[in-house]
């Protein structure tokens, strides 16, 4: 990567600025993309803590010659948040509502706040703001104002224009200004100048901005000169700096609309079309019954979704058939007007020959949708179309440059046919989804970008694309933004007299140059490939790998296609909901969230971070906070499994530069435990003597400030279960901390599924040998992946019978068990380990199944009236938390809540290290151990992770327990309400024996 060095503005700035400022090669690396095809190395990045630390920032790059760009949530499409010169990320600091007036339904916000951050906080007042973008978890309101974004409802609320009342920012020479309505306060004295020449600038082109500016809502290209035209109504010099992208001024405090929340009670209506032509021509008639959005999904978009675990059930529960398009329309006003539009729907469908009743689930038809949660589900489904089209595991993947093109809802269907019949013509074919309602569908041709000729194909198709948008007098920017991709196509769109009123614009509020130069005039070439991630010398080499990744195209045996499927969107930053990305959640830093760490590993792996940068300490660091939680193996649209990324990376750095003591003493646990309870001793001396403490943490890097985990003077023996007969044979998967540190949890699982008349047998090796078997987990954690592949060929021999004879295979560690669902697919590829995937169960999951199809009979009875219920990452990730709180649910008369958390924090050796027990802490403190804390204390705590236990027993002082556990002390109840004389008092609950 091309790169010009400052190391005397890197002293000044680190003088200067009281926040972050980076200048090596990773964090540079991470900010040098953002959700486009672009990628531009910048000279340096900026977190400022204040406003304070901007001025400093933007007076040391005009002065040392270089661009300053502003970044948000670092999503946009077109290129606009990349630049060569200074990165400045306000998300993590200045992120404040500084007013708020609930009457008045407005707000005054830094830019740094994030959209659903903002609402979570409006919403007890009773408001929202409702520019609902479909990257709500992490866009920021300076970067929505800098793109002027739209959202899903923009046909009932308009765009950020329109809610966008005043800006105080920062010009490019330093001075603070206001801008605002002019007929209200008239100019900031500061700008009295500039506003005046603004406004004769709108009076002198004001015909050839009224014949050329398109008719259309959505129009977000170039400057909003028709903010400055005379009959503007109210003049306000805010709407100039809304989409200007940053090259016109910093937004330093934005003040928005609110509205009041939407009535909570909404329909949804999922219209099927047998082709996507007859939904496009739909949509015109659709749009006159006023509802609040009309959103297509096309079936590109539904077969990829239905490939994806988290959007499988969603589309299962409302999609009939297989539709060729659905167009979702909400109507969200009063209960009656709401059933009358919705019945108006029917009937508007029915006109245009669409009905369940006359052709079957492929002619089409409406279904309506009431349940609150299943219209959340479908929002998200919809919200993610960008991420899912992404989900392609190809070398071409959908590319941005046309997909936001909008024209009267008339052509939208002839616009549709004409613009495939271009992607036709070009050998390719496109994805669509997004805005029916607006004509505004963000498609996208299907090219890899690592190619001269899909690079030239873009170019052709972007030029045809955009004529015809000029054709039926749309605009060929609708919402994303002009950046790199679209700038230059301004002349051909507006004219050459209104480009020229573009540059004087900019040239007014910034004659040097210095903000984010080269977007929206005097643009690059859009496929100028010397600006994009995937240049013409990009190379990935070949590399011996650990895993198996041939699921992915590409190098490295498809490690390439698998880090390069990160599409840089940035769900993984979102603060609340999910458990992805928890150390993110923490620190608020680039590097430790999931797209960061992808892009480490990509400008690594293919040369761009220096040699040998993949086995670097730097590349160590990036990785050190990742929590290997596989909540992006779940939750990421795309699939980005970063815990099976780490586990590579440590397997190169240990290739090169061994295994320290700490890693070896994580990934030989499995093999010393058996002595561990003779060390029990010197642990105790360990806890009680501060030195030996202190000398232990310099030697193994683990915590003085952690307890560790106690062997158990008893550990479970595979003969202690004796002979066992039953219904069905069951093979329980004995996992090493069960078996040496938490015996009671096997113990209660073994009483259980012997109450449940289950033949119950323990996994034993099947080579001869008396140690006991391993998942591998330990040794994938230090990055051992060789032996974590010998741990699972013992496995596999070990269960095959098991697996013949159709016994159930049942785990109670969820990281342990999961392991045979997950790694062991890429440790040892084939038939047996798919099979072993397929059949190895939770217990939880395996005593649900068996309930619902009503082959389970337990005797239980409540242990305590209510219980809180902490998810396993691993649980969340492979979709088990429903089994665990449908097995809780067996036990009558018990209320059962569960906790709303990501990761714990503990996540195995990580809570105990010394460098990162801190942020291990952190994360239990975001949501888990408050609500253990203001728990009754006779509520259970049930947690099915030895890690999560630990965790809350460390912050909270409470003992949770294992589900397996709970369910044992269910049936004693039972017992003992059974035994009790008829007289006595019904006991409150069963004291844990443990």
């Not at 006159?288 to 059930?313: C, G, K, Q, W």
């Not at 041709?445 to 170019?459: I, Y």
């Not at 649900?848 to 009503?854: D, F, I, N, P």
Request: with cysteine; net charge neutral.
């Amino acid at each position: 990567m091309h790169e010009r060095l400052r190391p005397g503005l890197e002293r000044r700035l680190k003088n200067q600025v009281r926040g972050t400022v980076l200048f090596d090669r990773f964090s540079r690396g991470r900010y040098a993309t953002d959700a486009s095809i672009y990628q531009v190395m910048p000279t340096g990045v900026v977190i400022p803590s204040c406003i304070e630390d901007i001025e400093c920032a933007l007076a040391a790059a005009r002065e040392d010659g270089v661009a300053l760009t502003m970044r948000g949530g670092g999503t946009s499409q077109c290129g606009q948040t990349v630049n060569s010169g200074l990165i400045v990320d306000t998300s993590r600091h200045l992120d404040a509502i500084i007013e708020l007036d609930v009457a008045g339904r407005r707000a005054v916000v830094e830019p740094g706040i994030v959209l659903d951050d903002l609402n979570r906080r409006l919403k007890p007042h009773g408001l929202w703001f409702p520019v609902d973008v479909s990257t709500a978890s992490r866009a920021t309101i300076g970067g929505m104002a800098a793109n002027n974004s739209c959202g899903s409802r923009s046909l009932r609320y308009g765009t950020m224009r329109d809610n966008t009342l005043s800006i105080d920012a920062l010009l490019a020479g330093g001075a603070r200004a206001h801008f605002g309505p002019l007929a209200q306060t008239g100019a900031d004295a500061g700008i009295a100048d500039l506003a005046e020449s603004l406004l004769a600038l709108g009076r002198a082109e004001a015909d050839e901005i009224l014949r050329r500016f398109p008719k259309v809502q959505r129009r977000v290209g170039g400057y909003n000169l028709d903010a400055l035209l005379p009959d503007a109504d109210p003049v306000n010099l805010a709407h100039i700096l809304v989409g200007s992208e940053g090259t016109l001024g910093i937004s330093t405090a934005i003040e928005i609309r609110l509205w009041p929340l939407p009535p909570k009670r909404k329909i949804l209506g999922a219209c099927h079309f047998p082709s996507f032509r007859a939904a496009m021509d739909a949509a015109q008639y659709i749009v006159p019954l006023s509802p609040t959005s009309v959103e297509l999904v096309d079936a590109t978009m539904i077969e990829l979704a239905r490939d994806i675990p988290m959007y499988r059930p969603t589309l299962e529960a409302f999609v009939r058939g297989n539709p060729a398009a659905l167009l979702l329309v909400e109507f969200a006003d009063d209960p009656g007007d709401n059933d009358r539009k919705a019945a108006a729907l029917d009937d508007v469908m029915s006109d245009l020959g669409f009905g369940f009743g006359r052709g079957g689930d492929h002619e089409g038809g409406s279904v309506r949708i009431d349940e609150p949660g299943l219209q959340a589900a479908i929002a998200d489904l919809r919200a993610g179309g960008l991420n899912i089209m992404m989900s392609m595991r190809d070398e071409g993947k959908p590319v941005s440059f046309v997909e936001d093109c909008a024209v009267p809802l008339a052509h939208l269907a002839d616009y549709t046919d004409r613009l495939t019949a271009i992607f036709d013509r070009h050998g390719t074919r496109g994805t669509w989804y997004a805005h029916a309602s607006v004509g505004c569908l963000h498609v996208r041709p299907v090219l890899n970008m690592k190619l001269e000729k899909d690079a030239v194909t873009m170019r052709q198709i972007a030029e045809e694309a955009f004529a015809v948008v000029r054709e039926y007098k749309g605009s060929h920017s609708g919402e994303h933004g002009d950046g790199i991709a679209r700038s230059e196509f301004h002349e051909a769109m507006f004219g050459r007299r209104i480009v020229d009123a573009f540059e004087q614009v900019k040239d007014r509020f910034d004659p040097g140059g210095v903000l984010n130069p080269g977007r929206i005039v005097r643009a690059p070439r859009m496929n100028d490939r010397s600006l994009f991630r995937y240049r013409p010398d990009y190379r990935f080499e070949d590399l011996k790998t650990g895993h198996d990744w041939s699921a992915w195209p590409g190098k490295a045996g498809g490690l390439q296609g698998a880090v390069e499927m990160c599409n840089n969107n940035g769900a993984c930053r979102k603060q609340v909901g999910g458990a992805m990305c928890p150390s993110y959640r923490v620190t608020r830093n680039e590097r430790d969230v999931t797209r960061g760490r992808a892009n480490s590993l990509r400008l690594a792996l293919s040369g761009q971070l220096g040699p040998d940068a993949l086995q670097s300490d730097e590349m160590a660091e990036t990785l050190k906070l990742c929590v290997s939680c596989k909540a992006c193996r779940r939750e990421c649209p795309t699939g980005v499994d970063m815990a099976r990324m780490k586990t590579e990376v440590l397997y190169q750095r240990t290739l090169k530069n061994g295994i320290s003591l700490q890693q070896r003493l994580i990934a030989e646990l499995p093999r010393y435990a058996r002595w561990g309870a003779s060390l029990g001793g010197l642990m105790d001396l360990r806890e009680r003597w501060k030195p030996l403490a202190r000398l232990a943490e310099r030697l193994t890097g683990f915590s003085r400030r952690r307890t560790l985990p106690r062997f158990a003077k008893s550990p479970f023996r595979d003969d202690e279960i004796g002979m066992s007969s039953g219904k069905r044979q069951v093979v329980l998967f004995a996992d090493t901390f069960g078996r040496w540190f938490e015996p009671a949890v096997l113990r209660a699982a073994v009483s259980v599924l012997k109450a449940g008349n289950y033949a119950v047998s323990v996994a034993r090796p099947a080579d001869g040998h008396d140690r006991p078997l391993c998942c591998g987990r330990t040794y994938l954690a230090a990055g051992m992946i060789d032996k974590a592949r010998a741990e699972a060929a013992r496995t596999l021999d070990a269960l095959g019978p098991a697996l013949r004879s159709g016994a159930a295979i049942v785990g109670l560690e969820p990281s342990c068990l999961l392991t045979l669902r997950d790694e062991f697919l890429t440790l040892i590829p084939g038939d047996d380990s798919r099979q072993l995937a397929e059949r190895a169960q939770l217990v939880e999951e395996f005593l649900a199944a068996e309930a619902e199809s009503g082959s389970l009979e337990l005797d239980l009875a409540p242990p305590a009236a209510r219980a809180l219920l902490h998810g396993h990452c691993h649980q969340k990730a492979f979709a088990t938390m429903g089994a665990v709180e449908r097995t809780l649910g067996l036990i009558p008369g018990m209320q059962v809540e569960t906790i709303e958390s990501s990761c714990c924090g503990m996540a195995g050796a990580f809570g105990y290290a010394a460098d990162t027990i801190d942020v291990s802490l952190a994360m239990g403190e975001i949501s888990l151990l408050p609500t253990v804390r203001a728990a009754e204390s006779d509520t259970l705590v049930v947690a099915d992770g030895t890690s999560c236990r630990h965790q809350i027993a460390d912050g909270t002082g409470r003992k949770a327990l294992h589900v397996v556990e709970v369910l044992a002390n269910a049936l004693d109840t039972a017992r003992n309400i059974r035994h009790r004389p008829a007289n006595a008092d019904r006991p409150g609950r069963v004291e844990d024996e443990s």
